[in-house]
């Protein structure tokens, strides 16, 4: 397939990146440079570009985040994160893309009680966010399952919750970690559940979560990814709720 990934210089997007590349033709989109043969500088609030950087694409990947989403500032990064996806699904809509897959996160059920009060199913109760970071990733689905519904685009929506490199043992922003929380995941094992997400057959909306601990397995229904993507993280962390 034709893919667009967007976010591909991300801590996530560059592990897709290689991924997609071994099976796929991979166009990478980012506001930042990437060092990739079919690489495209654009700012995803550019619908101009956008829209250019889909023709001829089969199905698109979203990564992109805006950093440090808090109170008390101005909403430029929920305006990137929210106005942002609307551009990438109307621009695939336009150009009659099929399958879209989006990184979403576990902080769309952060508004309720964390583990084990209450349990993160992903069809159990409506979507609760707490905090603008989290808001926006609410958005963010519900921009997606409305293009699904009205448009009956095929969207997979992956919920990751602490993404870490396990090698360097840092998360995203550069963050040493000390302790493993259930809610952990190798950055290779997102980029490879998104990969198959991408390829999954029989997707109308789907939300999966991808976790890859005993305790994330207890919280969440992780093993429902694997049956219905044939995913299974390759790296696993000994954390219990
Ligand atoms: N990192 C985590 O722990 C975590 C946890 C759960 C979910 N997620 C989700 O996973 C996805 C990937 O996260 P990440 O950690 O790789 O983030 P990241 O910040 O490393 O990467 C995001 C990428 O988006 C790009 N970007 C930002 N603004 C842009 C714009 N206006 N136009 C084009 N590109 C732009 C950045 O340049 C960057 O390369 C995000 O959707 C995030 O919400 C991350």
């Not at 508004?111 to 069809?123: A, I, K, M, S, V």
């Not at 966010?129 to 519904?149: C, M, T, V």
């Not at 090698?167 to 995203?172: A, E, H, S, V, Y």
Request: charged content about 15%.
């Amino acid at each position: 397939m034709n893919v667009l990934l967007a976010g591909a210089a991300g801590f996530v997007g560059r592990v897709a990146l290689e991924l997609l590349n071994e099976r796929h033709q991979v166009t990478a989109f980012d506001i930042q440079n990437v060092e990739f043969n079919g690489a495209i500088v654009g700012d995803v609030l550019d619908y101009a570009a956008v829209i250019t950087a889909m023709q001829g694409i089969d199905a698109v990947v979203n990564t992109i985040m805006a950093p440090n989403l808090t109170y008390g500032e101005n909403g430029s990064g929920f305006t990137v994160n929210v106005s942002g996806m609307y551009n990438l699904l109307e621009a695939a809509r336009v150009h009659g893309i099929k399958r879209f897959v989006h990184t979403s996160s576990g902080a769309v059920h952060g508004g309720y009680p964390q583990p084990p009060e209450t349990f993160l199913r992903h069809d159990l109760y409506p979507l609760k966010a707490a905090g603008p970071y989290a808001l926006s990733k609410l958005l963010q689905e519900e921009l997606a399952w409305n293009f699904h519904d009205q448009h009956g685009m095929s969207i997979a929506v992956i919920r990751p919750w602490s993404i870490i490199d396990s090698k360097t043992m840092l998360t995203t922003d550069g963050t040493v970690v000390e302790d493993y929380s259930w809610g952990m995941i190798d950055r290779h094992d997102v980029a490879s559940a998104l990969v198959c997400a991408l390829e999954a057959k029989d997707i109308n909306y789907e939300c999966f979560y991808v976790m890859a601990t005993p305790g994330g397995y207890k919280a969440t229904d992780v093993t429902r990814t694997e049956d219905r993507l044939g995913w299974n993280p390759s790296i696993t962390f000994d954390a219990n709720l």
